[in-house]
């Protein structure tokens, strides 16, 4: 059965993805132990690409379910896991990419939701926070997914976010969303 298709963010109000948050439900990866099976032979590519076996998935459907039931390791490596199985990922930078922002309000009322390559939407707050490292090419901001899965804010939204924390009246550059301020400064 095909996975259902991805929201359009932009048609959507926050509370709108809010509700879709709350009826989402994930495998319970965190709950599986299963024996280490080896190497899976998949990579996730900086840009957000998957691949297998050397070659990009060209279903969506299949890195959303892929997406799913990925899980980030406490040593830092990746996995994809299943009651039985467990088989390692390799992951160049971070698992997803947010390719999309919906803002709305301002300032301490202001709530960003990002939409991920995969179609996942996470709304940035206390559970979901927001980081800046500085890179050699610049500000890379993260965003968490969930248990210890990132997504690598693309540059064109980067550029939105800057735009917001710059037009902000705050004593530092920063970004508001659900209630907790974020710095725009790296860590």
């Known amino acids: ?91 160049e930078d971070a698992p997803f990419v947010a390719v999309a922002l919906k803002a709305e309000g301002q300032g301490r009322d202001a709530r960003l939701a990002f939409q991920l390559n995969t179609g996942e939407l996470v709304v940035a707050g206390p559970a979901h926070g927001l980081r800046f490292v500085e890179g050699v090419d610049g500000p890379r901001p993260y965003l968490h997914v969930r248990a210890g899965l990132e997504a690598l804010v693309s540059r064109p939204v980067y550029y939105e976010l800057a735009e917001r924390a710059l037009a902000g009246d705050d004593a530092e550059p920063g970004l508001w969303s659900d209630g907790r301020f974020f710095p725009l400064t790296p860590a």
């Not at 359009?8 to 965190?30: G, H, M, N, W």
């Not at 024996?35 to 996730?44: L, V, W, Y």
């Open 1 to 91: 059965m095909p996975m259902p298709p991805p929201p359009d963010l932009a048609a959507l109000s926050l509370s709108q993805v809010a509700t879709l948050l709350a009826e989402r439900r994930l495998p319970p990866v965190e709950q599986w132990n299963p024996a280490h099976c080896g190497d899976g032979q998949m990579r996730i590519a900086r840009d957000g690409t998957w691949y297998h076996q050397g070659s990009p998935i060209a279903r969506p459907d299949m890195v959303r379910l892929f997406a799913t039931i990925l899980r980030r390791e406490p040593d830092g490596s990746h996995v994809l896991v299943t009651p039985v199985e467990k088989l390692t990922v390799e992951v």
